[in-house]
């Protein structure tokens, strides 16, 4: 494996990937359920799911350009 592509905070992917993986989350969420429990802070959204959340989180320090 080529390490340019890794870091300690994980690696690149391409966009298309990352948007596949938040697709497939939302199908797993959200399949056999009309509505779903998600509640938005000023930097994080969370998503209640049966057994668990899932929490996003927005940083800008590490990403700002």
């Known amino acids: 494996m080529?390490?340019?592509?890794?870091?300690?905070r994980g690696?690149?992917?391409?966009?298309?990937?990352?948007q596949q993986m938040f697709a497939n989350l939302g199908i797993e969420l959200c399949s056999g359920r009309k509505r779903i429990r998600a509640a938005r802070g000023e930097k994080s959204i969370i998503i209640y799911s049966n057994g668990g959340t899932v929490n996003i989180s927005f940083n800008e320090k590490g990403g700002k350009q």
Request: hydrophobic share 25%; charged share 25%; no cysteine.
């Open 11 to 18: 690696r690149y992917l391409s966009a298309e990937k990352i």
């Open 2 to 8: 080529k390490n340019q592509n890794l870091s300690t």
